[in-house]
């Protein structure tokens, strides 16, 4: 082989292992809370819940609104996202519910997660690409961002 090739298979070989290394075995099948992720915006405490919109109607563009999405059920837990727009945009996202199934799936949110708020912030929709390994998630969190947008009537 050429030195090429062996660094492309001892490169394959060692990502094998990171992944297979990274994933535990679930120790109980009940699901487990993760904490939730910092919307990186400071808010003051949502006045309304389960669901619904705290400035009472649609998002004005000079004013602010929130809204919970619905609770998702995916393939390894369920998760449900709030959104705040503020002067017509979505300026602040963060999920107050996330529950996974097993340690991998609690990890794997963790680090998704901060990715998909990020896509939404940057394209103003939920209308974004999922995550390559974590297609289930990244479903079920923009259908929950869609919900809470649905709620203020933003675009």
């Keep these: 082989m ?17 992944v297979v290394g990274f994933h535990k075995s679930p120790s109980s099948a009940a699901l487990s809370p993760v904490a939730p992720q910092p919307s990186g915006k400071a808010s003051a405490p949502a006045a309304g819940s389960g669901g619904q919109a705290t400035s009472g109607g649609p998002a004005e563009p000079t004013g602010t609104a929130s809204a919970t999405g619905t609770m998702e059920q995916y393939g390894y837990g369920e998760l449900s996202a709030r959104v705040t727009i503020s002067g017509g945009h979505i300026s602040a996202i963060s999920v107050p519910v996330l529950k996974t199934a097993e340690q991998y799936s609690q990890q794997l ?9 990020k896509e939404v912030l940057a394209a103003q929709s939920a209308h974004i690409q999922a995550v390559s390994g974590a297609t289930y998630t990244s479903e079920a969190y923009a259908t929950s961002v869609q919900a809470a947008l649905d709620q203020v009537h933003f675009k």
């Excluded at 050429?2 to 990171?18: D, I, P, R």
């Excluded at 949110?109 to 708020?117: D, T, W």
């Design 109 to 117: 949110a963790q680090q998704v997660i901060p990715m998909l708020r």
């Design 2 to 18: 050429k030195s090429g090739a062996w660094l492309v298979l001892a490169g394959t070989v060692a990502g094998f292992l990171g």
